[in-house]
């Protein structure tokens, strides 16, 4: 009997040594080999990490697939095309550090008006203005899987206070994590939210005309989610009337187009789309990788199960 087929989008050499013999791992992209062999008899792939796949058509060719295992957090553009009987795993972990380090940077920068120094030391200009600090600010955090913890425990040496809100009340290692219910209280406390959360039917425009009204003045809303988490012409209405600043990792629609109105709106920051794309990736990536190449190999549940089956049948 053959070993069960792996793909994986890089040199399979990058895994190191510890990558079970009881699995073939290749290093096939379908993205840039439509036409490799072996499209019937793949049982594990993983997709590459950067956009630009046909997930309908490539999995519509893997007749053998048994897991769909991404190298991102969010599945939310694989997700539609998986079938029933292929287990979904996700790369929680893997941007924990990358992710809350740009939100923190992104939170600093938009404060302190980092972009407004870089656009004077253009002309030489000496821009003096007093601004915002981070320290002694209430930043609430919507979201409470492993990039908010990641992100908390970054926050709290800058002086700040956190809260933190998840689908439901609950206490957990690092305190209390209120319920989304308690949003419209929550809201008029917070210097900053960070937005945290997968794109689901229920985080999809969670940020609208409503929750923004009820930030206070000055606020920061700060989008390392997805960009349609974020009602963006509800968002537009605010950063141009000059109440709330705004500085957004991902964007509705992205990418942005060159004539959108974000890239001009007053206190507005965009970075395009780079939490995870950090050196700090490919250690993690490769780490969880041999870990659940062994595990399937092994017949063992899988980690980060986002929708299927638990373990390979």
């Known amino acids: 009997m053959s070993r069960p087929l792996a793909w994986i989008p890089f040199d399979p050499a990058l895994l190191g040594d510890e990558v079970p013999r009881g699995v073939d791992v290749v290093q096939v992209?379908?993205?840039?080999?439509?036409?490799?062999?072996?499209?019937?008899?793949?049982?594990?792939?993983?997709?590459?990490?950067?956009?630009?796949?046909?997930?309908?058509?490539?999995?519509?060719?893997?007749?053998?697939?048994?897991?769909?295992?991404?190298?991102?957090?969010?599945?939310?553009?694989?997700?539609?095309?998986?079938?029933?009987?292929?287990?979904?795993?996700?790369?929680?972990?893997?941007?924990?550090?990358?992710?809350?380090?740009?939100?923190?940077?992104?939170?600093?920068?938009?404060?302190?008006?980092?972009?407004?120094?870089?656009?004077?030391q253009d002309e030489g200009r000496w821009a003096t203005q007093r601004r915002p600090a981070l320290a002694d600010s209430t930043v609430l955090v919507v979201g409470a899987g492993s990039i908010a913890s990641a992100l908390r425990q970054r926050l709290l040496p800058f002086e700040v206070s956190v809260l933190r809100v998840g689908t439901g009340a609950r206490e957990d290692d690092e305190g209390l994590v209120h319920a989304t219910s308690e949003l419209p209280d929550l809201l008029p406390r917070a210097d900053a939210v960070v937005l945290l959360v997968p794109l689901t039917d229920a985080t999809r425009g969670l940020v609208d005309t409503d929750f923004l009204s009820r930030m206070r003045d000055g606020a920061v809303l700060v989008n390392v989610a997805r960009g349609p988490v974020v009602d963006t012409d509800a968002l537009l209405a605010e950063t141009s009337a000059g109440r709330l600043l705004a500085a957004l990792d991902v964007t509705d629609p992205e990418p942005l187009p060159p004539e959108h109105p974000l890239w001009r709106s007053p206190g507005v920051l965009i970075s395009p789309h780079v939490g995870g794309a950090t050196s700090a990736m490919q250690p993690r990536v490769h780490a969880l990788l041999r870990a659940q190449l062994t595990r399937y190999a092994a017949g063992a549940p899988l980690a980060n199960v986002v929708a299927g089956p638990a373990s390979r049948p």
């Not at 991102?72 to 990358?98: I, K, M």
């Not at 740009?102 to 920068?109: C, D, P, Q, R, Y």
């Open 29 to 120: 992209d379908p993205a840039d080999d439509p036409g490799a062999e072996g499209f019937d008899r793949v049982r594990f792939w993983v997709p590459r990490y950067l956009p630009g796949l046909d997930f309908a058509a490539a999995l519509s060719r893997m007749t053998s697939l048994e897991v769909l295992q991404t190298q991102t957090a969010g599945v939310d553009d694989v997700a539609p095309y998986r079938p029933e009987h292929v287990t979904l795993c996700n790369a929680r972990g893997v941007h924990d550090a990358s992710t809350a380090e740009l939100a923190v940077g992104l939170l600093i920068a938009s404060l302190r008006n980092l972009p407004e120094f870089v656009r004077a």
